[in-house]
């Protein structure tokens, strides 16, 4: 199985501020990783994918980066609205796997 | 409007068996594959299972695949994950999802539904 390993999981930052976040595989995984943000209690929304995709309606100020085992997603400009859990899933392989997650809190 | 409603949580005492829904509106239900994915109290998200379009193709994480069985129905646009000889450590928030492909990225989520597995 490939492992997703995430960094930091907790992170601490202040509105206006940019955050970057780490995801590394176990393995490579080609640019197959999707970008998760889930707020407490609602569903994950999807970010980001093939590593540095953008869906539809996500803002600018977010964007993914990477391909093979190293992959980052970075947002400019923290806003009140973006305090929430990140988590990135690689698509590769079965068992699609999840990193365990980033709290991204207010400062 | 893309529209994913689980229903069929709840509690059920060790040993027994559940079996959740999804209600899928808003799209072209059959061209997806489709997803269970859980996520217990405090915990991250863990993938369950994956299910092609017209049923043939299913995925498990191996260590619920001899206890949970996901299926669909094309003609009522509904997802299922029958689940059996559940534990406490199923205890979790089960969430569908919609794929647009093989190696697509689970782009519609529905709101989640608990299961708690207690005596």
């Known amino acids: 199985d490939i492992q997703l390993t995430q960094s930091p999981s907790f992170l601490s930052a202040s509105v206006g501020d940019r955050v970057t976040i780490t995801c590394r595989a176990s393995?490579?995984?080609?640019?197959?990783l999707a970008w998760y943000q889930q707020k407490p209690g609602k569903a994950p929304k999807l970010l980001i994918y093939?590593?540095?995709t953008l869906q539809s309606g996500v803002p600018s100020r977010f964007s993914g980066s990477g391909s093979g085992t190293e992959f980052t997603l970075t947002i400019i400009s923290l806003q009140p609205e973006d305090f929430a859990t990140y988590s990135c899933q690689q698509l590769n392989s079965y068992p699609r796997t999840f990193g365990q997650g980033t709290k991204v809190e207010i400062k | 409007e893309v529209q994913l409603v689980e229903s069929g949580g709840g509690l059920v005492q060790p040993g027994g068996s559940l079996r959740l829904s999804c209600a899928a509106s808003g799209f072209s239900f059959s061209f997806y594959w489709m997803s269970w994915v859980r996520q217990a109290p405090g915990k991250g998200l863990e993938w369950v299972a994956n299910?092609?379009?017209?049923?043939?193709?299913?995925y498990y994480v191996d260590s619920l695949k001899d206890r949970f069985t996901i299926s669909r129905d094309n003609a009522k646009n509904s997802l299922y994950l029958q689940m059996n000889s559940l534990r406490a450590e199923d205890t979790a928030v089960y969430y569908c999802?919609?794929?647009?492909?093989?190696?697509?990225?689970?782009?519609?989520w529905g709101q989640g539904t608990l299961v708690t597995v207690s005596s």
């Open positions: 093939a590593a540095s």
């Open positions: 393995q490579g995984i080609s640019s197959y």
């Open positions: 299910i092609k379009q017209d049923g043939s193709e299913k």
């Open positions: 999802a919609s794929l647009p492909g093989f190696r697509g990225p689970f782009d519609y």
